[in-house]
């Protein structure tokens, strides 16, 4: 099986690389592409792979940006860190997908489903319409305004001004500054789905940090982090030593 694999860590390539090569030994990884203009220069001078492996957020942009410049009738397993909006595109489309930091037994059932499905399902024709289908939903725009039903007013507000958003004993809270707070009628994960997730991370399973309003991070017990934010909240903001090192590249974007 050819393969090439789209990922700006090399570290992590690499790894993915060593994975493969110890599932299936006749797995040949043609090329490690850094970036989106290499893997256009890659995909547009060489012949198709039969499978591609590929990073969503990469240094020069979105992978996507890959697929919409060259037409590709290759399978795409996309590796994401965020396991929010695109999963549901990716589950939809019958295009496979794995999160950060890859497992090898997941892997393992990933190119399993690739070659069950490869010689009768995903036809060549319908991996290009899948594949432009994924491209379509993530293109989709987020919010720029909310409406906050409090008291007998509706307020319009700009998601920008949005600094954190905090879920405690069912109630949703978002903070445009420490003394400027609203209840919401959304859940954390309506909002995480509506929300533009380069300017919007969920750190745990109570809070989403703008970057914008991010002063400070510092390391927590047990290789956890702990973000310190502008403005004064309820109780600490503790991100997962799973998603500590996705927060930190997220961070860098």
């Known amino acids: 099986m050819r393969v090439i694999i789209i990922e700006d860590e090399l570290n992590t390539a690499k790894e993915l690389q060593d994975m493969l090569m110890g599932l299936d030994s006749e797995i040949q990884v043609e090329a490690i592409l ?9 995909l ?3 012949p198709a792979p039969e499978l591609i492996f590929s990073d969503i957020q990469l240094g020069d942009g979105l992978s996507f940006e890959i697929f919409k410049e060259v037409k590709i009738e290759t399978s795409v397993i996309f590796c994401t ?17 794995l999160l950060k930091p890859i497992e090898e037994d997941m892997l393992q059932k990933s190119l ?4 069950r ?4 399902l995903l036809t060549t024709n319908q991996r290009a319409i899948n594949l432009d289908k994924v491209i379509l939903q993530m293109d989709t725009s987020y919010k720029q305004n909310i409406l906050v039903h409090y008291r007998e007013k509706i307020i319009p507000v700009r998601v920008s001004d949005i600094q954190v958003i905090y879920a405690s004993e ?3 809270h978002i903070y445009l500054s420490s003394v400027k707070t609203y209840p919401i009628q959304y859940t954390i994960e309506q909002l995480e789905l509506m929300l533009n997730p380069y300017q919007f991370f969920r750190a745990n399973r109570k809070f989403i940090v703008n970057r914008d309003h991010i002063s400070d991070i ?16 309820p109780e600490k903001v ?3 030593k799973i998603k500590a090192q996705p927060f930190l590249k997220w961070i860098e974007q």
Do not use: M, P
């Open 238 to 240: 503790i991100v997962s």
């Open 117 to 120: 499905y490869k010689d009768y």
């Open 44 to 46: 547009t001078n060489n």
């Open 218 to 233: 510092e390391h927590y017990f047990n290789r956890k982090l702990f973000v310190i934010t502008k403005i004064d909240l």
């Open 112 to 115: 399993e489903k690739y070659l």
């Open 34 to 42: 850094l970036s989106v203009a290499s893997a256009v220069k890659w």
């Open 170 to 172: 069912g109630l949703v």
């Open 81 to 97: 860190a965020f396991d929010s909006y695109a999963i549901k595109a990716f589950e939809s489309n019958s295009i496979d997908y």
